[in-house]
């Protein structure tokens, strides 16, 4: 049997088709993302300190509703490390106070063969050598200096560990940052869903706001058009 010229195309066409979809299709079940979210938070003590509830509501704030928070107060860092367990992948973020944790966490995280780059350290309190010892072990261990976010003095991590993430501008200082550590892990998690068809997500930048689809994004997908600044989480 001889086939005519379209209809060569129109099987070759099928054919294509559904290859595309197979290929879509197992892509799509290997995505991995991580929705349980892990707090450590920070000093609830203070006459202007949020309690826990609070900070777990401003770090829902920046991450959105795809994630799932456990939260415990700076002083459960046992509560928190129960729950890194070999079972499931987690994210953990350990603010101000909770950063003096770092060392164990990252200990916790390792034994449990969880990623280390799922770890954050926001804006430690710099100017206790205990703290400083934590967070620089738990660096050496693995944990990406990028990961350690930090404002603009010793008391909010400046200068802690090189190459570390400087907290966007935001308002009211410090607390805010937990926020923005719940940006970053929104848009890091649209980046590694990438091959999962997530192309509609957006990422917004870190710096001045301005957001964009990740479909748009090209080659240069985390690097803001409008200020600059790279906002690729883990590099
Ligand atoms: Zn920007």
Same mark, same amino acid.
């Given at each position: 049997?001889?086939?005519?010229l ?21 892509? $799509? ?6 929705s349980?979210?892990l707090l450590?938070? +920070?000093?609830?003590?203070r006459? /202007?300190?949020?309690n826990?509830t ?10 959105g509703?795809?994630?799932? =928070? &456990?939260?415990?107060r700076y002083?459960?860092g046992n509560?928190?490390?129960a ?18 944790q770092a ?6 995280m390792?034994e449990? /063969? ?10 430690p ?7 400083i /010892?934590?967070?620089t072990?738990a ?6 200096? $990028?990961n350690? =976010?930090v404002? $603009?003095? &010793?008391?909010?991590?400046?200068d802690?560990v090189? /190459? ?7 308002s009211?200082?410090h ?5 923005e550590?719940?940006? =970053? =892990?929104?848009n890091?998690?649209s ?6 068809g997530?192309k ?6 870190n ?9 748009? +994004? +090209? ?6 058009? $409008?200020?600059?600044n ?6």
């Amino acid at each position: 049997m001889k086939l005519s010229l379209a209809n060569k195309l129109l099987i070759g066409g099928a054919v294509f088709c559904a290859l595309g979809f197979v290929f879509y299709a197992t892509r $799509k079940e290997k995505k991995t993302s991580i929705s349980n979210v892990l707090l450590l938070g +920070g000093l609830d003590t203070r006459k /202007n300190d949020k309690n826990i509830t609070a900070q777990s509501q401003l770090l829902k704030e920046g991450l959105g509703n795809d994630y799932t =928070i &456990k939260a415990y107060r700076y002083t459960d860092g046992n509560g928190l490390k129960a729950q890194i367990t070999k079972k499931s992948k987690v994210i953990v973020v350990l603010f101000s106070a909770g950063c003096s944790q770092a060392d164990s966490v990252a200990k916790a995280m390792q034994e449990n /063969n969880q990623d280390l780059s799922n770890l954050y350290i926001v804006e430690p309190y710099a100017k206790s050598d205990r703290v400083i /010892n934590s967070v620089t072990s738990a660096i050496e261990l693995g944990v990406p200096t $990028k990961n350690v =976010i930090v404002g $603009k003095s &010793k008391s909010v991590g400046k200068d802690i560990v090189d /190459n570390a993430t400087q907290t966007p501008e935001c308002s009211p200082s410090h607390w805010c940052a937990i926020t923005e550590v719940g940006k =970053i =892990i929104r848009n890091r998690t649209s980046y590694s869903s990438l091959e999962g068809g997530k192309k509609d997500e957006k990422i917004e930048c870190n710096r001045c706001g301005w957001s964009w689809k990740v479909a748009d +994004g +090209g080659n240069d997908l985390f690097v803001c058009h $409008k200020c600059g600044n790279n906002n690729e989480p883990n590099k």
